[in-house]
């Protein structure tokens, strides 16, 4: 890998890493803060079954909806109910996308393809930055997903 990297002309490997990184910790940000609520209605909505045979509560409705799911979350857990277990997955998208950013670039740069790549160049360098991507990401989903389903103020995971 030559000193010189990415697409500015005198930018150094560590800098350029270094914007990657930022740029990637500020999209994990934003994706928790925009996306977690609705991925924790989606996550209660899916284990509604599972709910019912450990509480004893019924919806009336049967499958509740999504508007019906996010009214009964706020009324019984306030705002900070759609945000229940969002400390894992934001520190997770944090560092998954800040992966994400700078192994896209090395891998880039590994095939050679910085500049003006063809299709069949991005094709490896794609695999090469999915890979990576995997081994922050999974884990990190398993424990959001063990957190979100737990109903009420305490829990394991909480």
Not at 21 to 37: E, K, L, S, W, Y
Not at 44 to 57: N, Y
Not at 91 to 104: D, P
Request: a positive charge; charged letters at 15%; aromatic letters at 6%.
């Amino acid at each position: 890998i030559n000193a010189e990297y990415g697409a500015f002309q005198g930018v150094t490997m560590e800098r350029e890493a270094g914007i990657d990184i930022v740029a990637g910790t500020m999209a994990g940000v934003a994706q928790v803060m925009v996306g977690h609520p609705l991925d924790t209605i989606k996550v209660r909505m899916q284990t509604a079954g599972a709910t019912l045979r450990v509480t004893g509560e019924a919806s009336s409705s049967g499958l509740r909806t999504m508007l019906q799911t996010t009214k009964q979350t706020l009324l019984r857990e306030g705002p900070s109910g759609l945000y229940k277990g969002a400390a894992s997955p934001l520190a997770g998208a944090m560092a998954q996308n800040a992966a994400c950013f700078f192994s896209w670039g090395l891998a880039k740069k590994m095939v050679g393809c910085e500049d003006s790549p063809s299709r069949w160049q991005l094709v490896p360098a794609g695999l090469l930055a999915g890979c990576f991507c995997l081994m922050v990401e999974t884990p990190v989903d398993l424990l959001k997903t063990q957190m979100q389903v737990q109903l009420g103020a305490g829990g394991r995971y909480a």
